[in-house]
């Protein structure tokens, strides 16, 4: 089997991404090379996957294909990861199993509703703020905010500090930034774990420094490439929320039907619909660990394979007009928040948030217009807006 190279468009460039353009070479590459090998450059050689069946069953391997040599494609010259084999995301069971349920009560059915009182409160003051301001930039005053609020409550970070660690996260995790830009967070991050160490508390931090894994306390450089994880990966709820309101801002007719039915099923069929459009994770990476063969197309041991969800979430064979915002969709299984062993550990407490700010805004919002530029990410790891302009128009 000859390994086609050829292919219409650089994937790898983050203007394709921007541009929205990405789609049309990931629909191509569905149809024409959905097993496609990439050159190494800049970035080591690898390969794609866009159809949903691969990505879904790489997803449910990880016997297969492992996560413990990084998790997102990385420039050649950096390395791999420093968390690789070592934090949540980047271990293989069963280690991976084991740290994962170390924070697991965090992130139950139960400990998100326990906490759904607060979380109302909060998107009902973020909402009537930016609806005060006239136009808004959803990303940074709504989207970032409330997934901030939410990673901070998570951690156990007192309510008088949230809105320097929203600061100091959108300092650090803003793209093309220097480490350097992470040393306030880590600092404030140390802190807290030693304060843990010094007096236990029930919350996720107070978890990663008091629960052993697997008979053995996490060392500190551990700890704090686990709080680290946690707060970079939520940045996706944030992408999510905001491009979700710019969504509804865009297709009136789907914002009216909200509206409309905002006490009903509805609102549950428009979240999963708002996190398979926005797909806000790009792509998730895994390197093989044993020779297979995916659609007669040889991967070998060690080589890195990048499953693009934005592409399983518009695969055409899984999901009717999938070009099409539609907050009613049905069935939706949707691989947004990934699948299997790694199944995205912020999903519940990212589904309710989204439920609570779309009900919130059906309640307190009559109309959500387009108010000035949008600019979007550029990115192949996330995707979403950098900034986007709305007016919230109040009821
Ligand atoms: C709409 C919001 C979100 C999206 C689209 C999203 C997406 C994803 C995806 C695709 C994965 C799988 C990655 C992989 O298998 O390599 C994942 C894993 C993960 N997510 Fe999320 N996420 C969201 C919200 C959150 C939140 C709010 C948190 C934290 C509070 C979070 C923390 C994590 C962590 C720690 C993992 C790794 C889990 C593991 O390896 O077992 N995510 N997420």
């Known amino acids: 089997m000859t390994v086609s190279t050829y292919i219409p468009a650089d994937i790898t460039d983050p203007e394709l991404h ?38 879904r069953y790489v997803y449910q391997h990880p016997d297969l294909y492992s996560s413990a040599h990084g998790v997102l494609l990385r420039p050649t010259v950096l390395g791999e990861d420093p968390g690789s084999g070592l934090t949540m995301a980047l271990t293989d069971p069963p280690r991976h199993r084991a740290l994962r349920g170390q924070v697991a009560d965090r992130f139950t059915e139960r400990c998100a509703r326990s906490l759904a009182d607060e979380m109302r409160t909060e998107i009902r003051s973020v909402v009537t703020r930016a609806i005060e301001k006239g136009a808004c930039d959803v990303v940074q005053d709504v989207g970032a905010r409330l997934s901030s609020y939410s990673i901070a409550r998570l951690l156990g970070v007192e309510p008088a500090d949230r809105e320097q660690l929203l600061q100091w996260s959108t300092e650090a995790f803003e793209s093309g930034k220097p480490l350097t830009s992470h040393v306030p967070l880590m600092r404030f991050f140390i802190d807290m774990m030693y304060a843990r160490m010094a007096t236990p508390a029930q919350d996720a931090m107070g978890m990663f420094v008091n629960n052993d894994v697997q008979g053995e ?49 509805l609102v549950r069929t428009a979240v999963e619909e708002v996190l398979r459009w926005t797909s806000s994770a790009t792509h998730s990476m895994r390197t093989a660990t044993v020779d297979t063969v995916v659609q007669g197309q040889r991967i070998a041991a060690g080589d ?79 995707n979403g807006p950098a900034y986007a302009t709305v007016r919230l128009v109040a009821q």
């Open 18 to 55: 921007a541009s929205g353009e990405v789609h049309q070479l990931w629909r191509w590459m569905r149809q024409h090379s959905p097993v496609h090998w990439h050159e190494p450059g800049d970035l080591p050689g690898f390969w794609s996957l866009t159809r949903y069946d691969h990505i």
């Open 217 to 265: 306390l996490l060392t500190e450089t551990e700890i704090l490439l686990g709080v680290e994880n946690l707060v970079g990966a939520s940045e996706n709820a944030g992408l999510a929320m905001a491009a979700g309101v710019f969504a509804l801002g865009t297709h009136p007719q789907q914002w009216q039907r909200l509206v409309r039915e905002r006490d009903g099923e």
């Open 304 to 382: 890195r394979v990048v499953l693009w969800m934005p592409s399983a979430n518009r695969d055409e064979s899984v999901f009717a007009e999938p070009d099409r915002f539609d907050l009613g969709r049905q069935p939706n299984r949707h691989l947004a928040l990934g699948a299997g062993e790694h199944v995205c550990i912020g999903s519940t407490m990212a589904r309710h948030q989204m439920r609570m700010l779309l009900q919130t805004l059906a309640e307190l919002v009559a109309a959500i217009e387009p108010a000035g530029d949008m600019e979007p990410l550029r990115s192949i790891t996330v």
